[in-house]
């Protein structure tokens, strides 16, 4: 009882993943997530899907972006304390898991950055694909006690989308409406100018 007292008093670790604009058809592009709130923590579990894990889960039917590489050890809590640096691999196209353990008997606190994760769009000219850490086929992503209780956490998944660019087509009609309205004001002008009263 009283050790989940002391698990309920602890400041809850907050995850806000956001939305994130990637460039259309374009590999190894950067999103960092933060974390904020972490106290005490020995361990993560690391989990990141985009959209509903397609095609490693079974029923997934949603194509997007691929997550090419997930670091959570690079700039994080866990940088200047882990046992060994990160473990895990992929789990499929769209779903990546990594873990981390602190030097035995030390823990790590504060907020700072998650995970750094490299997308890949390649094939992909726009869209929009949830990004998450909690709704994930194996996860959620979870901190640990020295002991390996799970810290309460409030994580709120998020998005990646991508704003496709104009085409060449646009472009060119957009050239010719400016042509067509410089001409339009040029020809009043010559007209104003030879008949001032008209």
Not at 8 to 35: K, M
Not at 48 to 65: E, L, M
Not at 75 to 80: A, D, K, N, R, V
Not at 166 to 195: I, K, N, Q, Y
Request: hydrophobic share 40%; proline share 6%; aromatic share 8%.
């Amino acid at each position: 009882m009283l050790a989940a007292t002391s698990l309920s008093l602890r400041a809850q670790i907050t995850i806000e993943v956001g939305t994130f604009q990637l460039l259309p058809d374009t590999p190894d592009q950067t999103v960092i997530l933060n974390v904020a709130g972490v106290s005490g923590a020995a361990a993560l579990d690391f989990y990141v899907q985009i959209a509903d894990g397609f095609p490693n889960v079974q029923g997934s039917t949603i194509d997007g972006p691929n997550i090419a590489s997930v670091d959570i050890i690079a700039g994080t809590l866990f940088e200047s304390n882990n046992d060994g640096g990160q473990f895990g691999s992929g789990l499929g196209l769209q779903q990546q898991y990594r873990g981390v353990l602190t030097i035995t008997d030390t823990t790590v606190s504060g907020s700072d950055v998650l995970a750094t994760l490299k997308i890949d769009t390649t094939g992909f000219t726009d869209g929009k694909w949830a990004l998450n850490l909690k709704d994930v086929h194996n996860g959620p992503t979870t901190f640990y006690t020295p002991t390996f209780q799970p810290l309460p956490a409030n994580i709120t998944d998020g998005f990646i989308s991508i704003v496709p660019e104009p085409t060449a087509f646009g472009l060119v009609f957009g050239v010719l409406g400016m042509g067509w309205a410089v001409c339009r004001r040029l020809g009043r002008e010559a007209r104003s100018s030879r008949c001032p009263g008209c």
